[in-house]
């Protein structure tokens, strides 16, 4: 698979390249066309990335980074449309609309009615209530004020070949390779496919999907810092990652406020 140009393609966790303004490559290993009639409740795929065409255009999504806010525009105009028949329903839980936005408009792509990931490691990282305590109320339905830090969240999926395919000659490769850290600390390490042998992490599974490694800060930047400074502190043999997340967020934010959605 080639590799996505970081600056048109800001939340992936994967790199294929954009070299045309609507022309993605895709080893044809990995689709699939199924023929189905019907409503999408929840796009789900194995490796967390999910590629769709708008238009005609050719998109990659994932989730990458977040801030908590208050409602603005952005919620109003997806989620906020919705919430009297969410309540009607006596609905509780996660609700996430992952969108394309730009001066025109907000074009959704992917609705997901639970916690995602990495969305969920993401959200570990910046809210500060006990997560027992929190998703206690939540099943039950009760009043629950949730306290978020102030600033910025980041997380780096840390992923091990044959990822994002589905190999399992090459997977067995990887499995049962030890997970190592050279300062103590897991602070901000959050698991995906690994299991514990001998009191050690090891990759297991067969997704190749290790690691989500997070990070806060009152800036973007400083999000970033932190979440790859805790990267950099793991050992784990052709352990791969995007380097560029968040990068594009001063000028992604400055597009947003103008065009009115923060």
Same mark, same amino acid.
């Given at each position: ?5 970081? /600056? ?19 080893? /044809?290993?990995?689709?699939?066309? +199924? ?5 999408? %409740?929840?796009?789900?795929? /194995? ?32 989620? #906020? ?6 309540? /009607? ?7 996430? +609309? ?23 490691? +993401? ?20 009043? %629950? ?5 102030? #600033? ?12 994002? %395919? ?21 602070? #901000? ?26 990070? @806060? ?11 790859? @400074? ?15 997340? #968040? ?5 992604? @934010? ?9």
């Amino acid at each position: 698979m080639k590799r996505l140009n970081a /600056k048109e393609l800001r939340t992936t966790e994967v790199d294929p390249e954009r070299v045309k303004k609507l022309d993605s490559w895709i080893d /044809k290993r990995d689709m699939k066309i +199924i023929n189905y009639n019907g409503k999408v %409740y929840c796009a789900t795929v /194995k490796n967390h990335i999910i590629y769709v065409r708008r238009n005609g255009k050719p998109y990659w999504c994932g989730n990458t980074s977040m801030f908590w806010s208050e409602p603005n525009k952005l919620f109003k105009e997806t989620i #906020g449309r919705m919430e009297e028949e969410f309540r /009607k329903a006596g609905y509780v839980g996660c609700i996430d +609309i992952n969108c394309i936005v730009n001066g025109r408009g907000i074009y959704p792509l992917e609705f997901t009615n639970r916690f995602g990931y990495p969305t969920i490691s +993401i959200m570990q990282e910046g809210i500060l209530n006990e997560w027992g305590e929190f998703l206690y109320s939540l099943a039950n339905k009760q009043n %629950y004020q949730l306290r978020t830090r102030k #600033g910025f969240q980041v997380g780096v999926v840390c992923v091990v070949p044959p990822f994002p %395919y589905d190999d399992k000659h090459s997977m067995e490769i990887y499995k049962d390779l030890t997970i190592l850290f050279k300062k103590p600390g897991i602070e #901000g390490i959050h698991l995906g496919d690994v299991k514990i042998f001998d009191n050690s992490w090891r990759v297991a599974g067969d997704s190749a999907y290790v690691l989500v490694v997070t990070g @806060s800060g009152t800036t973007m930047e400083e999000a970033r810092k932190q979440a790859y @400074s805790r990267v950099d502190n793991i050992i784990l043999i052709n352990m791969f990652y995007r380097t560029d997340i #968040g990068a594009a967020w001063g000028e992604d @934010s400055d597009k947003l406020m103008t065009w009115g959605y923060i």
